[in-house]
T-cell receptor, first 110, second 116 residues
Framework: RKEVEQDPGPFNVPEGATVAFNCTYSNSASQSFFWYRQDCRKEPKLLMSVYSSGNEDGRFTAQLNRASQYISLLIRDSKLSDSATYLCVVSRGGSYIPTFGRGTSLIVHP | GAVVSQHPSRVICKSGTSVKIECRSL??????MFWYRQFPKQSLMLMAT?????????EQGVEKDKFLINHASLTLSTLTVTSAHPEDSSFYICSATLAGITDTQYFGPGTRLTVL
C-alpha cells in the first residue's frame, strides 16, 4: 500500500458545484496533514492545514479521520479558478518529513 | 512573507555537464530545506532533506554523489546535478521550513532542467 494515496481524477464539475476529495495514508503515526494546490508547471502552494478538529477557510473545508486514516477536502461553490491539482501531504510517522500524494486533478467548467 | 526563490528557473544543458540550482529563503531563516523532483503527471518525490551546517539526508534510491547538496547558510541551499543525463530532465523544486515551525513548507518556483 502506498504511503499516501489519492484518486488522480480528473474531477470534472460545473461552476457552483460542491466537490470532495479524499486521501488515505498508511502510517498511523503521522502527525501533520496538509492540502496543497498545484497549477500546471508551477510550484505547490499551501491551501490549508488539516487538524483533528477540522479546518474551514471560506469555501474550503478539510477534515481528518484518524480512525480510518484519511483526510478530505471539500470545495463548495466551485469557481473556474479552482481548476488545479490538489496534493495531499502527510508527514511520516515520528518526523515532519513530508510525503506527497500523486494529486487529484480538478477541472471546473462554465 | 515566507518567500522562497530558485535560480535558474529554466536550464538546458548538454549531457555530461553539471548544473547548479540555488534555493534561497528571502525573508526568513530556514533551518531545513527540502529538494524534490517532479516528472510530468507524477507527484513530487522527495530527494533529500538539507539542514544548515550538516550533511544532507538522502532518500533511498537517490545518489548522493550525483545530486550534491550544500546548505551553507540559513538562507541558501544548492543542488548540483553532476554529469547530467537526459533521464535527469525534470522539474526540481525546493522548499523551506521556518525555523521552529518544522511542518509547514514554502516552495520555490521550481527549476525546469532539460538535458540534451
Amino acid at each position: 500500500r502506498k504511503e499516501v494515496e489519492q484518486d488522480p481524477g480528473p474531477f470534472n464539475v460545473p461552476e457552483g458545484a460542491t466537490v470532495a476529495f479524499n486521501c488515505t495514508y498508511s502510517n498511523s503515526a503521522s502527525q501533520s496533514f496538509f492540502w496543497y494546490r498545484q497549477d500546471c508547471r508551477k510550484e505547490p502552494k499551501l491551501l490549508m492545514s488539516v487538524y483533528s478538529s477540522g479546518n474551514e477557510d471560506g469555501r474550503f473545508t478539510a477534515q481528518l479521520n484518524r480512525a480510518s486514516q484519511y483526510i478530505s477536502l471539500l470545495i463548495r461553490d466551485s469557481k473556474l479558478s479552482d481548476s488545479a491539482t490538489y496534493l495531499c501531504v502527510v508527514s511520516r510517522g515520528g518526523s515532519y518529513i513530508p510525503t506527497f500524494g500523486r494529486g487529484t486533478s480538478l477541472i471546473v467548467h462554465p | 512573507g515566507a518567500v522562497v526563490s530558485q535560480h535558474p528557473s529554466r536550464v538546458i544543458c548538454k549531457s555530461g555537464t553539471s548544473v547548479k540550482i540555488e534555493c534561497r529563503s528571502l525573508d526568513f531563516q530556514a533551518t531545513t530545506m527540502f529538494w524534490y523532483r517532479q516528472f510530468p503527471k507524477q507527484s513530487l518525490m522527495l530527494m533529500a532533506t538539507s539542514n544548515e551546517g550538516s550533511k544532507a539526508t538522502y532518500e533511498q534510491g537517490v545518489e548522493k554523489d550525483k545530486f550534491l547538496i550544500n546548505h551553507a547558510s540559513l538562507t541558501l541551499s544548492t543542488l548540483t546535478v553532476t554529469s547530467a543525463h537526459p533521464e535527469d530532465s525534470s522539474f526540481y523544486i525546493c522548499s523551506a521550513t521556518l525555523a521552529g515551525i518544522t511542518d509547514t513548507q514554502y516552495f520555490g518556483p521550481g527549476t525546469r532542467l532539460t538535458v540534451l
